[in-house]
């Protein structure tokens, strides 16, 4: 009760279902995504506050942690969700569409993550929690550039969480595979993705990780829908 998260990438999909996951935990909310269409969520919720800014700009996102801190006091819980996907052979793939993708999905990660440490150190308490991918532990076709993406994630998060664990400050991963989102352009809703993950079940591996005892760190969650098949 009364603890304070910051989700990025909040206004659909897997970070929508975490702010109202983390709602329901009664935790005060500070919500980012990158189209106005987070204002409209801020709506939803009470004890929220939403910002339309881009995870891979350091400016914009200072701006909202000390937001953060002048509302709320402090920052129990980061969770690094926003991200983007582009699935196609290597040869097709632009350098933009390369830089775009590290820019988001990496230099985002880094950038939030920098922004909370020295108030998390301040408290000697909080949580990171970045939502990787399973392919940031397993390679797959047409995904190459998004595939390198996570495993930097894995290794950023991995290298930072011994770095800090002194402070009691926990740094983990959540690897879903295939979750029925509007990712990499896709609809939320498809018959075809009937049998995927839920955003909602993403969200529940952060309460479960977030709320875990203060001694106890949860490195690493996988999840995967009973019929995807990987390798292993
Ligand atoms: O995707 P989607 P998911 N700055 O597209 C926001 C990982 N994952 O929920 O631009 C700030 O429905 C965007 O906001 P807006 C995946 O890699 C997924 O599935 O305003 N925000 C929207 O709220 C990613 O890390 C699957 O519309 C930015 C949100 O991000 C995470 O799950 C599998 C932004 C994206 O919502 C959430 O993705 C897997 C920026 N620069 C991992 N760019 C899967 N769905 O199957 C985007 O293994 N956003």
Redesign the pocket.
């Known amino acids: 009760q009364g603890q304070v998260a910051i989700v990025?990438?909040?206004?659909?999909?897997?970070?929508?279902a975490i702010a109202h996951k983390l709602a329901e935990q009664g935790m005060k909310l500070v919500l980012?995504?990158?189209?106005?269409?987070?204002h409209r969520v801020g709506e939803q919720l009470k004890d929220v506050k939403t910002f339309?800014?881009?995870?891979?700009n350091e400016q914009q996102m200072n701006e909202v942690v000390e937001a953060t801190i002048a509302t709320f006091g402090r920052i129990d819980l980061l969770v690094n969700?926003?991200?983007?996907?582009v699935f196609k052979p290597v040869e097709e793939t632009t350098v933009e569409e390369w830089k775009r993708l590290f820019?988001?999905?990496v230099q985002?990660v880094f950038i939030g993550t920098k922004a909370v440490l020295p108030h998390m150190k301040k408290q000697r308490s909080g949580t990171i929690i970045t939502?990787?991918?399973?392919?940031g532990r397993y390679t797959i076709v047409n995904g190459s550039a998004?595939t390198a993406t996570?495993y930097a994630v894995q290794g950023f998060s991995g290298s930072v969480a011994q770095e800090v664990r002194s402070y009691g400050i926990r740094v983990g991963t959540i690897?879903?595979?295939?979750?029925?989102?509007?990712?990499?352009n896709?609809t939320?809703g498809l018959p075809e993705k009937a049998e995927?993950?839920k955003?909602e079940d993403?969200a529940e591996a952060v309460v479960y990780m977030a709320s875990a005892p203060k001694h106890m760190l949860v490195d690493e969650i996988v999840l995967h829908p009973l019929i995807q098949t990987y390798p292993v």
Not at 10 to 15: D, K, L, M, V
């Open positions: 990025t990438g909040a206004s659909r999909g897997i970070g929508l980012i995504g990158s189209s106005s269409d987070i339309q800014a881009d995870v891979s969700n926003a991200g983007i996907g820019e988001v999905n985002g939502i990787s991918s399973d392919v998004y996570k690897n879903p595979g295939m979750v029925d989102t509007y990712f990499a896709s939320q995927w993950l955003a993403v």
